[in-house]
């Protein structure tokens, strides 16, 4: 993020004046297109607002930007008298298309993070630096040779990850299955945009979890999906509540999260798995299950997977690993029967020709190293230290004006705020005393939820970005 240089011989209005007048001359802000606000471009600048006013005095006295009362500050159309004839209507463009951008509340929780690095992450959900095996996979990329051939592999995944992917899920997911049933994606995300564009048609009806992560994804409702939720509770979805959502909406697919849901931190219970699995195989139902979280369990006994348990193939399985070891490997899977699974790579060709064949190899290693046992124990025992010092903060500074119920595993801490404090004010006001969370309508539940996801901040920082939140919230009380 480019900031003012003060010790630089040119002032600091002039310095941005020339920093706005190159992004518009490279057509970043086109021709009549809005110029960012002063207060705005100051914090982002770190300077006064009175060096922005100079700044766009200057610009303007060259004739290109102009400002009108109430309209805002605009790069002029014409400069010098040289009106473009042809300038694109840049910004009718951005609006277009069918692909729907990111809820505002995520928008601004990434600009917040963008303008602030300093800010206390508790909204992102990856892991911290200090839980990813870093020098594990620094030594192995340092013993083993990679290939010499740089060029496309396989789109549906390079063959050695494949074969490493069956004997993991067998021995720490209990799913049986081939390399040819599996995927290789770029991570969960990019599984449910093929599922979600690929295997169903707009106007289609799918059931999400009621609150859930799926929520925030646009791109269900970019694929012109319709969406029936199933509410959670501490065990769960209840499993006949998607009998009741097929009789009345005819749902096509189901999407859970059934181990440490995000974002309730939810375990569905034994008794409604099989309950679930005999519902959706009496009715014909695909399920769509997203499980990045199952070894955090704490107590090193990860719940059994709806898919291990699935005799009549009716779940697709995804998983990820972003949770349990390093995002930006940006690897993930998909397990599924072979059909979908063409499918699904032929559509994998057309966007990207498949991953780096670099990452791919180092997953695999990673999955058939030494190091991969011992660096799950230590991830679950480093969540779980992060998790008791989130309760132990919120305990502290928080006590009566939040209810919540304790995960056994995962990242994320769902917690109802009473009294209920309209999303929008809550979150500006955290991030003024310096913290990021993510509020729970994001998710699809009313006001009054907020999402606390304790991987990524590092343990010094969870009480005092509790302090700060607790600080946000009562002022608002009050």
Request: hydrophobic residues 40%.
């Amino acid at each position: 993020m480019w900031k003012p240089d003060r010790n630089s011989k040119k002032t600091l209005y002039e310095q941005i004046a020339d920093y706005l007048e190159q992004r518009i001359s490279y057509g970043e802000f086109p021709p009549g297109s809005l110029l960012p606000p002063e207060r705005k471009l100051a914090e982002q600048f770190d300077v006064n607002r009175s060096t922005v006013i100079a700044a766009f005095a200057e610009l303007r006295s060259m004739g290109i930007i102009e400002s009108r009362i109430g309209s805002g500050t605009r790069v002029s159309t014409s400069k010098w008298g040289a009106t473009p004839k042809h300038t694109p209507n840049w910004s009718r463009f951005a609006e277009g298309g069918s692909f729907l951008p990111n809820l505002p509340f995520l928008r601004r929780i990434r600009e917040a993070l963008t303008h602030n690095p300093t800010l206390i992450d508790f909204a992102s959900g990856e892991l911290s630096a200090d839980l990813a095996p870093t020098n594990e996979i620094a030594v192995l990329m340092g013993k083993n040779a990679y290939t010499s051939y740089l060029g496309y592999v396989n789109p549906q995944g390079a063959t050695p990850l494949r074969e490493a992917l069956v004997d993991y899920l067998n021995n720490y997911r209990g799913i049986r299955t081939t390399e040819s049933s599996i995927l290789i994606t770029s991570g969960s995300q990019q599984s449910l945009f093929l599922i979600t564009q690929c295997l169903l048609s707009p106007g289609d009806a799918v059931a999400i979890e009621d609150p859930s992560y799926c929520y925030s994804l646009p791109m269900f409702q970019s694929a012109g999906l319709r969406l029936f939720r199933l509410p959670v509770d501490k065990h769960g979805v209840q499993p006949e509540d998607i009998r009741t959502l097929y009789k009345k909406h005819r749902i096509k697919m189901v999407f859970l999260n059934p181990n440490y849901q995000n974002p309730t931190g939810a375990l569905l219970s034994e008794e409604r798995r099989k309950r679930l699995l005999d519902i959706i195989s009496e009715l014909g139902l695909p399920v769509v299950e997203d499980d990045p979280y199952s070894l955090t369990s704490y107590d090193g006994i990860p719940p059994l997977s709806l898919k291990s348990m699935d005799t009549t193939g009716s779940v697709l399985y995804i998983g990820s690993f972003s949770k349990i070891a390093a995002s930006g490997l940006r690897i993930g899977w998909m397990v599924a029967p072979r059909s979908i699974v063409e499918r699904l790579a032929d559509a994998r060709q057309q966007m990207d020709f498949g991953l780096s064949i670099i990452p791919q190899q180092v997953a695999g290693q990673f999955l058939q190293s030494d190091y991969f046992g011992p660096h799950l124990e230590r991830l679950r025992i480093q969540l779980q230290f992060k998790r008791d010092l989130l309760i132990e903060s919120l305990e502290k500074e928080l006590s009566g004006l939040i209810e919540y119920v304790v995960p056994a595993g995962g990242i994320h801490f769902w917690c109802k705020l009473i009294p209920s404090i309209p999303d929008g004010i809550l979150l500006e006001e955290s991030i003024k005393k310096g913290i990021v969370m993510v509020p729970g309508s994001v998710y699809g539940s009313d006001s009054g939820y907020v999402r606390f996801t304790f991987a990524r901040a590092k343990s010094e920082e969870i009480a005092l970005g509790i302090s700060r939140f607790a600080e946000a919230l009562r002022g608002l009380i009050e």
